[in-house]
């Protein structure tokens, strides 16, 4: 939909320019972009980062910026991403409590598994027995 016309200067009536879009959208550069742009800033000889920048239409300030981004760790490619994060339902959260509560018992299980499997090695060096022996008299 377009707005009313637009009034010049002079007072006379002028119409958009329908080659023009009426809102202007910014970029977003994603992460594996900036470094890539960064690698290849950082490879440019002598005179050749000017032209890097005139061709990706951007800004030496973008690549100091980026440059300390990437040097705090803030700026990376994995994992970087677009948009709104994703929304989380009670389902989805007990479903992550059980999940962790479920790992929990498999390392306590894998614990109590070896703890036994050591009890019986020592017992078998030891040459105890846990069964009932006949030859030793006691009953």
């Known amino acids: 939909m377009r707005g009313p016309p637009l009034a010049s200067w002079n007072g006379t009536v002028a119409s958009p320019n329908p080659e023009v879009s009426e809102q202007t959208r910014r970029r977003t550069l994603t992460a594996a972009y900036k470094l890539r742009i960064l690698c290849e800033a950082d490879s440019c000889a ?54 962790a509560e479920h790992e929990r018992v498999l390392q306590k299980l894998a614990a109590a598994e070896l703890i036994i499997d050591i009890q019986k090695k020592v ?17």
Do not use: M
């Not at 300030?61 to 339902?89: D, F, Y």
């Not at 017992?123 to 846990?130: I, N």
């Open 123 to 139: 017992s078998a060096l030891l040459g105890l027995t846990t069964s009932h022996d006949p030859t030793s008299g006691a009953s």
């Open 46 to 99: 002598y005179g050749e980062l000017g032209a890097l920048l005139r061709r990706e239409g951007l800004y030496s300030s973008q690549l100091a910026l980026w440059r300390k981004q990437h040097a705090e760790g803030s700026l990376t490619a994995v994992g970087s991403h677009c948009g709104r994060p994703p929304t989380i339902t009670a389902e989805s959260a007990a479903l992550a409590t059980l999940r």
